[in-house]
C-alpha cells in the first residue's frame, strides 16, 4: 500500500506577477493562539500581485485539495480585480508540512501565522467547504484580520457523515502501486483500485505523487482520519464576526440548507447568502463564470 509523504520536496515557480513559496521541511514555528501557545506551520503558498489598494483576497481550498485548485480562480480575480491573491496549502495537504494535530482552530493558526509573515494586517478570506470553516474560524478569532468574508459552500455547523469520509480515506489507503512504474501507468492503476468512488477519485488522484520511484500520497491520511470529527464539525463560538460576508452555495448542493440559516446569522448579523443555480458542491469549477461574478461584486470597491 502507498506510504505517506512526510516532508514535501520543495517547488518554486518563477516569473511575472507569480510568486511561489514551498517550505522544504515541516519545520514548525510558534504562533500565539488564545489560551497560550500552539504550534504552527509555515503553510506552501503561491502570491499573484495586484496593483488595487483593497486588501489581498486570500483563498483556502478543501479537504483533499490543494491550493492548485483556485489558481484558474485566483487569475481571473487578480486580473479582472487588480487586486493581490494568495492561495495556499493547508497543512497535512499539497506542498504544506504535515502535523499530527488537525482542527479548525490550528488551522486558523497557520494562516494567521502566514498573514505575520508576509506583513498582511488585512485580508479578504475566501474558504471552500473545510477551508471556509477556517476562514470562518479565523474571522470568529480575529476579526481585525479580516476586512470581509466569504464561505463556498459550506456553513458553520456540522457536515456530511463521517462515514463517507473514512471511506474515501480507506480507499485510499488501499491504494497498492509496484515502485518504479511510469508515471502514466501508475495512475492508470490507482485510478481502477479508486474505481469505486466515481467522480471523486480525479479529485483524490491529484494527490498522487512519486517521489524519488515511489508512489505516495501526499495528503497526510492518518492525521486526517484522526481528525475526521473535528474537520466535519465547528468549533463553539459566542461572539459574532461584525464585518460583510457572503455565503456562496451551489443550488444542488446540501452543504448549506435553510436549517443552517439560524446559526449563520447568529455568527454573522451581517451575512448574505446566495446560490449559484445548477452548481454542485464545487461551485468555482460547476459554474466559473457566474462564481468570478459573485466575488467580484462582494468585493470592497478598490
Not at 191 to 211: C, G, K
Not at 244 to 249: I, K, N, Q, S, T
Request: proline share 8%; net charge positive; glycine share 8%.
Amino acid at each position: 500500500t502507498l506510504q505517506q509523504a512526510g516532508t514535501n520536496a520543495a517547488r518554486s515557480a518563477g516569473g511575472g506577477r507569480c510568486i511561489a513559496s514551498f517550505p522544504r521541511s515541516p519545520a514548525r514555528q510558534r504562533a500565539q493562539g488564545r489560551g497560550g501557545s500552539k504550534e504552527a506551520v509555515p503553510l506552501a503558498h503561491e502570491v499573484l500581485e495586484g496593483s488595487g489598494a483593497r486588501p489581498p483576497l486570500v483563498i483556502l481550498h478543501g479537504l483533499f485539495g490543494s491550493h492548485g485548485n483556485f489558481q484558474t480562480v485566483a487569475k481571473a480575480v487578480a486580473r479582472r480585480s487588480g487586486s493581490k491573491v494568495l492561495t495556499l496549502d493547508a497543512r497535512n495537504h499539497g506542498s504544506s508540512p504535515h502535523s499530527p494535530l488537525m482542527t479548525y482552530e490550528v488551522m486558523s493558526l497557520d494562516v494567521q501565522h502566514l498573514l505575520a509573515r508576509l506583513g498582511i494586517t488585512k485580508c479578504i478570506l475566501l474558504g471552500h467547504s473545510m477551508g471556509g470553516k477556517t476562514a470562518m474560524t479565523l474571522a470568529l478569532q480575529r476579526p481585525d484580520l479580516v476586512e470581509r468574508l466569504i464561505s463556498v459552500d459550506i456553513s458553520p455547523s456540522s457536515t456530511t457523515a463521517v462515514s463517507e469520509f473514512s471511506a474515501y480515506i480507506s480507499a485510499m489507503k488501499s491504494v497498492n502501486i509496484p515502485d518504479g512504474l511510469p508515471r502514466s501507468a501508475a495512475r492508470r492503476l490507482a485510478d481502477d483500485q479508486l474505481r469505486p468512488l466515481a467522480q471523486l477519485r480525479q479529485f483524490l488522484l491529484t494527490n498522487l505523487v512519486e517521489m524519488e520511484g515511489r508512489y505516495i500520497w501526499r495528503v497526510n491520511l492518518e492525521a486526517i482520519s484522526h481528525h475526521l470529527s473535528d474537520i466535519m464539525s465547528f468549533p463553539v463560538f459566542h461572539k459574532p464576526y461584525p464585518g460583510p460576508a457572503l455565503f456562496l452555495g451551489g443550488s444542488n448542493s446540501p452543504y448549506i440548507s435553510p436549517k443552517d440559516y439560524p446559526e449563520i446569522q447568529r455568527l454573522f448579523p451581517k451575512a448574505d447568502i446566495q446560490f449559484i443555480e445548477g452548481a454542485g458542491h464545487i461551485v468555482h469549477q460547476d459554474k466559473f463564470e457566474e462564481f468570478i461574478t459573485a466575488i467580484l461584486n462582494f468585493l470592497p470597491p478598490p
